[in-house]
């Protein structure tokens, strides 16, 4: 397993249990690194359909796991939309472990997909608030903490959620691909700009992935297309290649590579985590 031992990563959008930021953080925890796990930890406020998000107590029940499995955990809340509480998110993880290495922006959410035509303003803003700004405000906030330890180590690294919805977006989830989209160029730019300080930036692609948050989308398709859910499961698996559903530990290997020291001449790069599903034709409703 990659050695992390005495470094710091923050992974947002950690508050459930079988998601895939709980994944990662217990991946990374397992190979030494002090994590700190972040969460809205609330319900978003809006009335707009969007996934169930975990609360306090999920998020803690995260943390928990992620010491039971490395050094230490610290759990935060977070709202990734606004810079104070991201700065205070990144202050919190300084002063509990006095430095930071590692940030895996993995929050994302959908808010209320519908047709472009008749998709509301605030379900636009609000799922590329999340999704794109969100990111952008995280390693903003992250950056003068990470590029000083960098100074010291030559290392840092950041890792950025997009989704196979970037680069294969299905109808009714423009807001939702336009911001993935808008991760890949973020990271793209980002990387050019840290390189010469031993920090990374890779994005990276998750494809058909079992979480509730998929497994949400999956029931909306349903309610869509008028077909009973197991259908559209099956239907979605016959269309990977490896002929099964993702794990979020799937994800969260990948995670551990491109933080790894070995893996210091990559970045720039968005990675598919798919089991080859961009590589087939697309389920239309």
Not at 45 to 68: C, I, K, S
Not at 153 to 162: K, L, P, V
Not at 212 to 220: D, E, M, R, S
Not at 233 to 243: F, S, T, Y
């Amino acid at each position: 397993m990659n050695n992390l031992e005495g470094k710091v990563a923050i992974v947002t959008g950690a508050g459930r249990k079988d998601g895939i930021g709980a994944a990662i953080a217990l991946k990374l925890a397992g190979a030494g690194a002090h994590v700190v796990v972040a969460d809205l930890a609330a319900a978003p406020r809006t009335n707009l359909a969007h996934p169930a998000a975990g609360g306090w107590e999920a998020l803690q029940e995260v943390a928990g796991m992620v010491e039971a499995a490395g050094p230490r955990a610290l759990a935060v809340k977070v709202d990734v939309t606004d810079m104070a509480a991201v700065e205070n998110m990144v202050a919190q993880a300084v002063d509990a472990f006095g430095r930071l290495d590692i940030l895996v922006n993995n929050a994302g959410v959908v808010f209320g997909p519908a047709p472009v035509a008749q998709m509301t303003e605030e379900a636009w803003r609000k799922t590329l608030d999340v999704n794109a700004t969100g990111t952008f405000l995280c390693c903003k906030a992250a950056l003068p903490a990470m590029l000083q330890t960098a100074s010291q180590t030559g290392y840092g690294r950041i890792i950025n959620m997009s989704s196979l919805a970037a680069i294969r977006p299905k109808p009714f989830m423009a807001a939702y691909a336009a911001g993935k989209a808008a991760v890949i160029a973020l990271t793209q730019s980002l990387s050019q700009e840290v390189a010469r300080f031993g920090v990374t930036v890779n994005a990276i692609l998750p494809g058909d992935i079992d979480t509730a948050f998929k497994q949400w989308g999956l029931q909306l398709e349903s309610m869509v297309r008028g077909k009973a859910y197991d259908d559209v499961v099956e239907a979605a698996v016959a269309q990977i290649p490896v002929g099964r559903l993702g794990t979020p530990e799937d994800v969260a290997s990948l995670v551990a590579y491109l933080v790894s020291e070995e893996a210091g001449f990559i970045t720039g790069q968005a990675y598919n985590v798919s089991g080859g599903r961009e590589l087939t034709q697309a389920i239309l409703p």
